[in-house]
């Protein structure tokens, strides 16, 4: 149990369409990063946030951005999705940016069709 | 660009045989190098942490090593169980962000 929650666990959308997915940090974590993990590779890193600020971006394009709120619960939106969004995002929580602990959500699937 | 690459991609042992498990990573410069476990379809679970001025760390039957000179890291798991069947992968930090590689998935055979 990492304390860090995301939902929806499993959601089908159709190509062109938006999604949101959600992230409940773990208590006293101020920092959330969320990477995206296609079938049969490693993690890739999409975004983090601390306190409400985008502090770095992975090579991803614009259609995905995201949002953390006074809570640090987490959002990330995906616009005009494609095939290759399919896959598992995984949410992340740490108590500051630069420490090494980091706790990792169940993850959201997410199929495109 | 930081790339990690894990040989074997996969990896069958009688359950009892230790295992070893290889990442290479090409940042010397790395904060820390992390091993995680994976299980079908979950999220990551952290195993074992080295900092870049640390050589090894151990955990239970899990030790880790990190030679920052050669890029390597290696996770030895003694005496292997039907338990350990499952992905593991190393991750490579730097200031904020984790770069992984693809993973050795493992499956002990009871």
């Known amino acids: 149990e990492t304390g860090v929650t995301q939902s929806p666990t499993h959601l089908i959308k159709t190509r062109g369409q938006q999604v949101t997915l959600r992230c409940s940090s773990q208590?006293?974590?101020?920092?959330v990063s969320w990477y995206q993990q296609a079938l049969g590779q490693g993690p890739q890193f999409i975004f983090q946030?601390?306190?409400?600020?985008?502090?770095g971006r992975g090579n991803f394009p614009p259609r995905f951005s995201g949002l953390q709120f006074p809570n640090y619960s987490s959002e990330l939106n995906v616009n005009a999705l494609e095939l290759d969004d399919s896959a598992l995002y995984l949410c992340?929580?740490?108590?500051?940016?630069?420490?090494?602990?980091?706790?990792f959500g169940e993850g959201s699937w997410l199929t495109v069709v | 660009k930081q790339e990690v690459t894990q040989i074997p991609a996969a990896l069958s042992v009688p359950e009892g045989e230790n295992l070893v498990l290889n990442c290479s990573f090409t940042d010397s410069a790395i904060y820390n190098l992390q091993w995680f476990r994976q299980d079908p379809g979950k999220g990551l679970t952290s195993l074992l942490l080295i900092q870049s001025s640390q050589r090894e760390q151990t955990s239970g039957r899990l030790n880790a090593s990190l030679d920052k000179s050669s890029g390597r890291s290696t996770l030895y798991i003694a005496a292997s169980q039907p338990g350990d069947s499952a992905t593991y992968l190393c991750a490579q930090k730097d200031d904020y962000k984790l770069s992984f590689g693809a993973g050795t998935t493992v499956t002990v055979r009871a």
């Open positions: 992340a929580s740490s108590p500051g940016v630069a420490g090494n602990t980091i706790y």
């Open positions: 946030y601390y306190r409400e600020e985008e502090n």
């Open positions: 208590s006293g974590h101020n920092t």
